[in-house]
């Protein structure tokens, strides 16, 4: 019905991509994941499940915040916390004794306000636009996981492209890529600034609890991947990893 898709998050593709959530659990840079082997494959994988030309992501190491009208001070705080999630933040969610809620991102302004749900999972871009930052009070310091979009064209009208233009688009979206990153790091600075002069507060967990946060995220994310896509999981973790490149290969990280 549409040729291209120029932006769709990862994991709403998850009932036809078992490892869409991978994505979010890059330790590289779009650029670096050229060079990984990990676009290969991604390329390889949506091409047989979504009949799909993956072009690339326009975000690299956008993370995503825990938002909270209840304290968090420390990982013990967060059981019984009930939190909006989508499918990506439950494994997460519930090994920190939470209790995730799912519901459509437009009911949480609402379901925020009402007390029907003490927090929400967002990346650190696009909150304000909701108009979120205006009933949240606290901030959940660090960052974890990272947004996974996807640029695609149907297959069929892929190839029906000759080469040279292939190329045109394919080299447009590498440029992209790096603008994206780049954009994205302002857009990010500009809604701290937003989220404080309304009032929120941004909370940091002990250096102990932040390390114990991201190696839960990553750990309990990556066991419902690889159990789920058995093949591609484990293949998808070692071209996602920093230590799928030379040391110093890309030594500039946003």
Not at 92 to 104: C, I, N, Y
Not at 184 to 203: H, L, P, Q
Request: aromatic share 10%.
């Amino acid at each position: 019905m549409i040729d291209i898709q120029l932006y769709t998050p990862f994991p709403y593709m998850k009932s036809l991509l078992p490892v869409a959530e991978a994505k979010a659990l890059a330790e590289l840079t779009q650029w670096e994941q050229r060079e990984s082997g990990a676009f290969d494959l991604l390329s390889d994988i949506l091409a047989k499940r979504v009949n799909a030309k993956y072009l690339g992501s326009l975000h690299s190491y956008v993370g995503y915040h825990i938002y909270t009208n209840k304290k968090i001070e420390k990982l013990d705080d967060f059981k019984g916390v009930k939190i909006r999630a989508q499918p990506l933040y439950v494994p997460l969610l519930k090994a920190l004794g939470a209790t995730p809620v799912s519901m459509p991102a437009p009911e949480i302004f609402t379901a925020m306000e009402r007390g029907v749900v003490d927090g929400f999972m967002w990346p650190k871009v696009g909150m304000i636009s909701w108009g979120l930052h205006e009933i949240t009070k606290y901030v959940v310091d660090p960052p974890i996981l990272h947004m996974g979009s996807c640029t695609a064209m149907n297959l069929a009208s892929w190839n029906k492209l000759p080469i040279d233009l292939q190329d045109v688009v394919m080299d447009a979206m590498k440029d992209m890529e790096y603008i994206g990153a780049m954009r994205n790091i302002m857009i990010a600075e500009y809604e701290d600034s937003v989220r404080k002069a309304a009032g929120m507060e941004f909370v940091p967990l002990s250096p102990e609890d932040a390390r114990k946060l991201k190696s839960m995220a990553y750990e309990k994310t990556w066991e419902v991947v690889i159990k789920e896509a058995p093949e591609d999981g484990p293949k998808l973790r070692k071209l996602l990893s920093k230590d799928a490149l030379p040391k110093g290969a890309f030594p500039w990280h946003p």
